[in-house]
């Protein structure tokens, strides 16, 4: 069963214009809720991460992500998309009930227009 | 060390060769997670240790892939009998019993 989704595999905006990436999970118990960055030829690093309370989560370079849970989403947004954002980007959950599994949706590049 | 560690970094071998890719991770970090990534795609889960439960062994794609973890810290992941299908970047990531996963540099495997 696919626990993540990543709605579009390639995105692009304009420098400048809000970045807007989509993650939703199934799971039957709230999971906890990361969405990593790769940039090209490095590893992945966390931008943000969501456990428990608020559900407005702020991460490295401006990002933050809003967990809904009637939505079951996570997606993440960005008000101003810089050059410097193109990359991967990774939606992930950790399902809490089941032994710690996590599983990764199958990415999204970015790509920024000058 | 500060972070999780892989080693090589780079491995180019023959088809048919057997490989090695070790990693180092975080130390208190009871879960540690193989993964593989090839060329522009995305994470493939390979195999999943947590602490002293029997391996999660549910991503391997064939008998030719095994891992082990010693004393609960590192790990190697062993590919036999390499095919080039088999080339790709193999990352490695370690994580508290709850909580986000750290990740190596990855070792990046070529088989000719």
């Known amino acids: 069963a696919q626990s993540v989704t990543q709605l579009g595999s390639h995105v692009s905006v304009s420098e400048g214009a809000l970045v807007l990436l989509r993650c939703n999970y199934s799971?039957?118990?709230?999971?906890?809720l990361f969405w990593y960055v790769q940039y090209p030829n490095q590893g992945l690093q966390l931008l943000l991460k969501y456990t428990t309370g608020a559900t407005l989560v702020k991460g490295i370079n401006g990002f933050e992500a809003e967990f809904k849970k009637s939505e079951t989403s996570f997606h993440l947004t960005k008000p101003s998309a810089h050059m410097s954002d193109a990359a991967e980007y990774f939606c992930?959950?950790?399902?809490?009930?089941?032994?710690?599994?996590?599983?990764f949706g199958t990415g999204t590049s970015l790509t920024v227009i000058p | 060390g500060a972070g999780v560690s892989q080693s090589p970094s780079n491995k180019v071998t023959e088809k048919g060769k057997d490989v090695e890719l070790r990693c180092d991770p975080i130390s208190g970090h009871t879960a540690l997670y193989w993964y593989r990534q090839s060329l522009g795609q995305g994470l493939e889960f390979l195999i999943y240790?947590?602490?002293?439960?029997?391996?999660?062994k549910s991503g391997l794609p064939s008998d030719r892939f095994s891992a082990e973890r010693t004393g609960g810290s590192v790990s190697t992941l062993t590919i036999q009998r390499t095919q080039q299908e088999d080339s790709a970047v193999y990352l490695c990531a370690s994580s508290k019993n709850l909580g986000e996963q750290f990740f190596g540099p990855g070792t990046r495997l070529t088989v000719l």
């Open positions: 992930a959950v950790e399902l809490t009930n089941t032994g710690n599994q996590f599983y």
């Open positions: 240790f947590q602490g002293n439960s029997a391996p999660d």
């Open positions: 799971s039957s118990v709230p999971p906890y």
